[in-house]
């Protein structure tokens, strides 16, 4: 809760001039990302970040290729305009490992999928092993 102006009154002169100091401070960076969020020319790549006061901003991202590095899986999107192929997507493992090495695209519903890396979580793997083995037993019979 912010003090009321007649509570900051009765403060030293030095928290005084500290408080008026940080609401400056304050002010100057919500202006400097207010220019730049105008500035921000929309694009097809996106994300939107949480900003403190409760709301949400869509960030734009001047580029045709997106790269995520997360929990060991490297994932490249590319923005593809020629003859309306839309859009191109791969992964790998994060860093310098073998390029086919412990991933696995696991769908989690209705045009949705996961991408993991088994390194990151043996249990996911096994599961997906026993699920594969149940699969193949069931068309045998």
Known sequence: MKPTQEQIAKLP???????????????S????LDRFQDTDTPTHISYTEFVANGTDRK????????DIDFLGVHLAINLVDDVGRGLEMSWRPS?????????????????QARITNIAYDPR?????VDLKEREESDDRT
Not at 13 to 27: N, P, Y
Not at 95 to 111: D, K, R, S, V
């Open 13 to 27: 002169k030095w928290a005084q001039a500290h408080i008026a100091d940080l609401e400056r401070c304050q002010e």
């Open 29 to 32: 960076a919500n202006a400097r």
């Open 59 to 66: 960030k734009y991202v001047q580029a045709d290729r997106l």
């Open 95 to 111: 860093g310098w490992g073998h390029p086919m090495a412990n991933l696995c695209f696991i769908p989690t519903g209705y045009q």
């Open 124 to 128: 996911e793997f096994s599961r997906l």
